[in-house]
């Protein structure tokens, strides 16, 4: 069980930095040009999605493969983006991502 005071200082932080990454992007979205390739990529992506969900589920999950030091979350992280940049297809990404975790905790283990 998560202690109380650990868990609303990551509550309150997660929201700082999501208001953050918000208010970004709305007061820099008139400064900037991007590129049609990289305004297909964002658009899959919510701002509020990279700082509430990935953060915690990769970085403070203990994984079971000890050859990755416990970080196979963010091993696959990695490559799903780099799955996710070349593809652009989130259900693939999706389906990519997911099976290869699976696979690697499975031959590891």
């Known amino acids: 069980m998560i202690a109380n ?6 509550i309150i932080l997660l929201t700082i930095g999501t208001f953050i990454i918000r208010a970004s992007f ?11 390739r990289h305004r297909e990529i964002f658009s899959f992506i919510p ?9 915690p589920l990769v970085f403070y ?3 079971q493969v000890q050859a990755l030091l416990g970080k196979e979350r963010f ?11 070349y593809s652009k297809k989130m259900t693939f990404t999706l389906i990519f991502g997911l ?10 283990q």
Do not use: C
């Open 5 to 10: 005071g650990y868990f609303w200082t990551n």
């Open 61 to 63: 999950h203990q994984g």
């Open 47 to 55: 701002a509020a999605i990279l700082p509430a969900l990935a953060v």
């Open 26 to 36: 709305i007061a820099t979205s008139a400064k900037v040009q991007i590129s049609e």
């Open 75 to 85: 091993f696959i992280l990695i490559l799903a983006t780099v799955v996710a940049f």
């Open 99 to 108: 099976s290869s975790l699976y696979l690697l905790i499975k031959v590891f």
